[in-house]
Every structure is written in structure tokens, then in C-alpha cells.
């Protein structure tokens, strides 16, 4: 199947031949559903903490912060293009000389043209868009109110004008503050200064497409001693590239490897769960995840601190107690009770699952067995009540070997043919906001490797095109999907609050994005 100079390009990637073929072996035999047990619900795996815990863990992480390090990891690999996909097909299909923008809305319920249109002011880069505009149209104050908004968007998305949808979404203008505007990226160093600051350091790791690396550090540069003197904090940055090593190879719909014209092999970036080999080179005690687009606000920025911090602070303290009892399997010396506590630890505190036979194993099994499950990276995630948006969610799942843990699923990983599953998906009441805080490290301070607690099943296989021909590609087990699979897991409830992502342009107009806004 594969000749020399497909082996030279496999082995130039960072792959192996049988990395390869084994890939085209998950195409050809499919991955199954994930099989899920129960959604994870307020007290069937989610926690809802009492403003006396969540005071408790925040200070609890407040007094060990200088004694840690922290670091933020920030995925920020993708361009702004998909915030701007309806404008895009607004300006493909809309024909002013034949309708209305009113009657291109009504007869397409283009609702988002319209809320674009009537916020249109109330975006950051409003201003900046509208002086280019009329400076690039001699006739401006000519045009009708229709037409001034069509060269509006044109403008902003054009090519040869300011190609917004270009940007990386990272350096986009997310927020108007008198004076400037604020992009995501800036966003989180501020953000980062409130919880993830150690000993007056703040540690922040981005992931980015290379080709923009230029365009970070030429922002950092101009916005690095502003940010530093209004936090009082020193910043220490670190950008990465998802790895060649990590792309997957593309097949045609007859499973053959898929080729460009000249015969080159196609491959393509295996999505995020790519970034746990990223996340496998940080080296940090606590490691709060959370997503470029995520961001709000300075006034609101306070209140999601205080969250980071509150799950920070479960982390600590889950951490301290899983030291202990990893120190005591070690001695090998204990009583049937010391087991029990560990077990009930483990089931209670970490939402293990211990097998129902447990009782009957000898005792040096039993400890095996405890040291596999409780020496595991742990995560604590922040989960919003569901409000409709897509994503993953929080479920008890049942592996082929029945064992029963709590996961964070995509929809595209339930069989949504069967009703039983399908149903249960429908019950979940809370949705995943990509609001991690990690604990890498084991007893012994070492960072476990992250790249062993992967669940290889959980990978996706989806239908994409190339140059109008169709294929199959190949995404690795999702970062806080199955890439995390195989860790010990709490899920915490968070306000809603916490959550605002920006998918699409309009994102921009509300209220957690917006300065002025109650």
C-alpha cells in the first residue's frame, strides 16, 4: 500500500509506518459509541458546594498558592473564520438589487443578520471598521442605510480591507474599554493575575498555529508593560504547536489513504485531544484549562476568579488525602481497615468505581488494586446547568469491561439510534464548560505521563471534504474527553457565569462581553 517515498514522508512527520496502518485499521473496523450509564446529576456525581465550602476552598487554595506552582493552559490554535460564517453566507446569497436586507431576513429567518445589524455599534471593532469604510468610498454619505451596512460587512470580512475573519480568534477584538479594545488573549492575562499567580508570577501556557506565533508575541510586546503594571504581576509565556507527530492520516470513503494530486499522502491535525501531548509537557503543580474564547469583562472577571480558586481549593485538599493514602499502600504494612478508608476514599471522594468483588481479593491484591486507581492524574471540572448549548456533558459511562466512571462526552460519541441512549442524553442537566483544574503530579512530585491515561477507543471518525473530493478523517480522544479518560475525576457545579464562550460574532453582544451592560 505504501511506497519508499510514502515511508520518507510518514517518518518526516514524526510517524511510524505502523502508527499508520494501524490508523487505517481504526477506518476500516469503526469506533464504538461510548456506552453511557446515567447522566451525572446534582448529587449522582456532580457536587453543589454551599457558600461556606466554596469560602473554605478558596481560602484553603489562597494560603497554599505561594507554595505551589500554577500555570494556565490556554488552547488558542484557531482563526476567527467560524465567528463569521453566516455574515459569510449573508454576503454569498443576499442580492441587493433584487430584495431588502428586511426581506432577505424574513424570507431566510435570518435572525442572526438582524441581531448583527441592530448591535452593530456595540461591537469593539465598530469604530475601527466604519472609518475604513467611509474612507474607502468617496460616496459613503450617499449610499442608503441598506447599503452602508452591506459595505460595512464587506469591509470588515474582505480580503483586501480588513480580513477580521483572518485573525487568530485569540487576537480578534473581544472587548471595547475606554480608550482601546481588549482581544481574548489580553483578556486572559488579566484574568490569570486574579487566580493562577504564584509568588507574584504568573505562568501562561498558549497552544497556537505557528504560522501566527508572530502576530502573539508582536501583541504581547504592546500590551505586556500595561498589563504588568495594572496587576502588579510578572507574566512568564510560553506558546506550543500541535505536533506533526499527532495528524492522522485521511482516507478515502473505500478506506484507501487518500492522496493530493502529485500522489502525496493527505494527513490532518487529529483535533484538540492532539494537545495532551502539549499538556504532557507542562510542568506545574496545578494547571487551570480553559478556552481562548472563554473570557469576560474586567468587572466580571473578579467573580470567575473566585470560582478557579474554589476548585483550585477542592484540588489541593483531594490531593493532600490521595498523598497520604499513596504513602500508606507504600509501607505495605496496613490493616483491613486502613484498605476500607482507601477504598471509601476512592468511591466516595474521586467517584471510582471499586469493583463489587473486592472483599474477596487477597490482601496484597487489594493493595495492587488501590495503588492503580488512586495513583491517577485528577481533575476537577466546573459543569453549568445545560442551557441548550452544544458540546459535551458530564455521564457515568460502562467500559467493555463494565467498569463504571464518570466521563465528560460529545453528543458524537452516543449512538443516538438507540433510544435508551438517546433518552438519557436528553436527561442531562448540565453541560460542559471546559473548566478544568488539573493536578498532574503524583505523591512523589513527579508529573505522571499524561499520554498513559489516554483512552484510545474514544477517538472520532468524521466525514470531511478536500477539494470537492470526500473523506474520512481521524480525530484523537478530545483533551477533556478520552484523552483525560483515564483519570480520577470530580465535577463540580459553577454559575453560568463562568461560561461565555464566542462562537459566533454575536457572542460579542452580551452582557459578560459588553462594558456597559447591567
Not at 257 to 279: D, K, T, W
Request: aromatic share 12%.
Amino acid at each position: 500500500m505504501f511506497s519508499k517515498k510514502d515511508i520518507i514522508q510518514i517518518e518526516k512527520k514524526g510517524l511510524t509506518l505502523k502508527k499508520v496502518q494501524a490508523q487505517i485499521q481504526v477506518f476500516r473496523n469503526g469506533l464504538p459509541f461510548v456506552n453511557i450509564k446515567e447522566a451525572a446529576t446534582i448529587g449522582n456525581g456532580i457536587l453543589k458546594l454551599k457558600k461556606e465550602e466554596e469560602t473554605y476552598f478558596t481560602n484553603l487554595f489562597e494560603s497554599n498558592r505561594n507554595k505551589v506552582t500554577l500555570l494556565k493552559f490556554v488552547p488558542a490554535s484557531g482563526a476567527a473564520t467560524r465567528m463569521f460564517k453566516f455574515l459569510f453566507e449573508f454576503l454569498k446569497e443576499y442580492d441587493p438589487e433584487k430584495e431588502s436586507i428586511n426581506a432577505y431576513i424574513n424570507r431566510n429567518k435570518a435572525m442572526n443578520i438582524m441581531l448583527f445589524l441592530v448591535g452593530m455599534e456595540k461591537f469593539p471593532f465598530y469604530n475601527e471598521v466604519h472609518h475604513k469604510t467611509k474612507s474607502r468610498l468617496s460616496n459613503y454619505e450617499k449610499l442608503s442605510n441598506r447599503e452602508q451596512q452591506l459595505e460595512f460587512i464587506k469591509t470588515m470580512l474582505d480580503e483586501e480591507f480588513l480580513n477580521l475573519s483572518h485573525y487568530p480568534k485569540g487576537l480578534l477584538p473581544f472587548h471595547a474599554y475606554k480608550g482601546h479594545n481588549a482581544s481574548a488573549f489580553e483578556e486572559h492575562l488579566f484574568e490569570a493575575a486574579l487566580y493562577a499567580v504564584s509568588n507574584g508570577k504568573a505562568n501562561l501556557h498558549f497552544t497556537i498555529s505557528e504560522k501566527h506565533q508572530h502576530k502573539f508575541d508582536g501583541e504581547y510586546k504592546r500590551i505586556a508593560q500595561i498589563v504588568e503594571n495594572k496587576t502588579q504581576t510578572q507574566f512568564n509565556l510560553s506558546f506550543s504547536f500541535q505536533k506533526e507527530s499527532t495528524d492522522t492520516i485521511a482516507v478515502t470513503p473505500d478506506y484507501e489513504p487518500l492522496r493530493e494530486e502529485g500522489g502525496r499522502l493527505v494527513f490532518r491535525p487529529a483535533g484538540h485531544g492532539a494537545l495532551i501531548e502539549n499538556l504532557n509537557d507542562q510542568n506545574a503543580d496545578v494547571i487551570f484549562l480553559k478556552n481562548i474564547d472563554n473570557v469576560v469583562v474586567f468587572k466580571y472577571e473578579k467573580e470567575v476568579a473566585y470560582y478557579k480558586k474554589t476548585l483550585a481549593g477542592m484540588l489541593l485538599e483531594v490531593q493532600k488525602s490521595a498523598f497520604k493514602y499513596m504513602q500508606l499502600l507504600d509501607t505495605n504494612v496496613l490493616s483491613e481497615n486502613d484498605l476500607v478508608e482507601i477504598a471509601q476514599f476512592l468511591s466516595n471522594k474521586l467517584n471510582v468505581f471499586i469493583s463489587s468483588e473486592f472483599e474477596k481479593y487477597s490482601t496484597k491484591y487489594q493493595v495492587e488494586y488501590l495503588r492503580e486507581k488512586l495513583n491517577r492524574p485528577i481533575r476537577v471540572c466546573g459543569m453549568v446547568k445545560n442551557e441548550g448549548e452544544p458540546g459535551g456533558g458530564p455521564f457515568w459511562i460502562k467500559d467493555e469491561s463494565s467498569n463504571i466512571s464518570l466521563q465528560i462526552v460529545e453528543s458524537a460519541q452516543i449512538d443516538k439510534k438507540n433510544k435508551m441512549q438517546k433518552n438519557i442524553m436528553k436527561n442531562a442537566t448540565h453541560f460542559n464548560p471546559v473548566d478544568l483544574v488539573c493536578g498532574m503530579k503524583n505523591y512523589k512530585g513527579e508529573t505522571f505521563d499524561l499520554l498513559k491515561f489516554v483512552d484510545a477507543k474514544t477517538a472520532f471518525i468524521t466525514d470531511k471534504t478536500k477539494s470537492g473530493k470526500s473523506l474520512k478523517a481521524l480525530e484523537l480522544p478530545g483533551l477533556w474527553n478520552g484523552a483525560m479518560g483515564n483519570w480520577n475525576t470530580i465535577f463540580v457545579e459553577v454559575p453560568l457565569l463562568t461560561f461565555n464562550p464566542v462562537k459566533t460574532i454575536n457572542d460579542l453582544l452580551k452582557a459578560p462581553h459588553q462594558i456597559n451592560a447591567s
